[in-house]
T-cell receptor, first 115, second 112 residues
């Protein structure tokens, strides 16, 4: 299995531009998580999906952030408009959730720099 | 707010020594997990311990869980330079929400 695939790996954009981050989870996994990692705030859970349905988006910082999971093999995280404080590494992770949350498999991350 | 908090924030040891990292959390849990992150990479799962378990081993890793104190420890024995990384604990929080919340992590440096 190729693991969780994220794209792009690096993105540099200017303030006000729209940013779309993409994630392909591991086939057969039914839960998908988006995390943001910064030095100041560590790893923050933004949103997670179970069976393609958003379960908890309380970590999404503001309305500028949105996430979708149109099918079991694809998810996007969109920031519109982007701001310099959005600069961070964004991780997607997937897992096979049975009774409780199990092992998460992480992608390599998308490093976003907003100028 | 973070569910888990690791201690120490940074640890530097010589190769061959043991490394111990601690994690404290605030609410009841179903399980607690430890992850490793090498610089510039994604997190990798190391071990999961359930709330009804007290100790678990995996190779050179030993994890303990004390639910009465809401704390866990990760011991890496006979450390190697390749163990240099950040280590995070993660908890699934109260109830069965499916959320996995990470602590701030411990940065471990193993000097050859």
């Amino acid at each position: 299995d190729a693991g969780v695939i994220q794209s792009p790996r690096h993105e540099v954009t200017e303030m006000g531009q729209e940013v779309t981050l993409r994630c392909k989870p591991i086939s057969g996994h039914n839960s998908l998580f988006w995390y943001r990692q910064t030095m100041m705030r560590g790893l923050e859970l933004l949103i997670y999906f179970n069976n393609n349905v958003p379960i908890d988006d309380s970590g999404m910082p503001e309305d500028r952030f949105s996430a979708k999971m149109p099918n079991a093999s694809f998810s996007t995280l969109k920031i519109q408009p982007s701001e310099p404080r959005d600069s961070a590494v964004y991780f997607c992770a997937s897992s096979l959730r049975q009774v409780n949350t199990g092992e998460l498999f992480f992608g390599e991350g998308s490093r976003l720099t907003v100028l | 707010s973070q569910q888990g908090e690791e201690d120490p924030q940074a640890l530097s040891i010589q190769e061959g020594e043991n490394a111990t990292m601690n994690c404290s959390y605030k609410t009841s849990i179903n399980n607690l997990q430890w992850y490793r992150q090498n610089s510039g990479r994604g997190l990798v799962h190391l071990i999961l311990i359930r709330s009804n378990e007290r100790e678990k081993h995996s190779g050179r890793l030993r994890v303990t869980l004390d639910t009465s104190k809401k704390s866990s420890s990760l011991l890496i024995t006979a450390s190697r330079a390749a163990d240099t990384a950040s280590y995070f604990c993660a908890t699934d929080g109260p109830g069965n929400t499916g959320k996995l919340i990470f602590g701030q992590g411990t940065t471990l440096q193993v000097k050859p």
